[in-house]
């Protein structure tokens, strides 16, 4: 029997059919799809909500766009700048300043959007086009200012040009 395989049909030898047992495999597996779905939770709530700018419009969004008195809005971000548009005025621009925590002071930007709200009540759009300079931590607190100030439809894009 050199280099053969017992196969435990011998006398006095064990059988190699032996029972495996399924319980820790189960719990390994019941865990790790708790996991899987508890992972997917999170990301949904760790997500922006907000769109691409530059992708057509959809016949639906045109007539209600019609109807109501907007404009399209446009707030280009820069390091240094925050400069507010609508449709083809600019308003005057707005320094970035940093507080003492080092945060950007958002005061005068939503003194603005104010302003805007009470002029065109029905705006709910507004397109970010930001530099690659601009920090992410303060692109998200606009982004939150935006929504906060009533403009729900945050669409964020590259500055052009």
Known sequence: ???GMDLGGGKGKK???VAINLT???DLMAVTISFLIMTAVWTQIGRLQVAQAGGPA???EQKQEEQTKTV???LFVTPTELRLAADQ???PAIEA???ANGKLDLAPLIARFKELKAQFPDQSAITLQTEDKVRYEDLVRIIDQCIGAGLPQVSVSAIMG
């Open 1 to 3: 029997m050199a280099g």
């Open 15 to 17: 059988s190699l059919d």
């Open 72 to 74: 399209q809005l446009t």
């Open 58 to 60: 959809t016949e639906e």
């Open 97 to 99: 300043k940093r507080g």
């Open 89 to 91: 005025s600019e308003f």
């Open 24 to 26: 820790p495999f189960i």
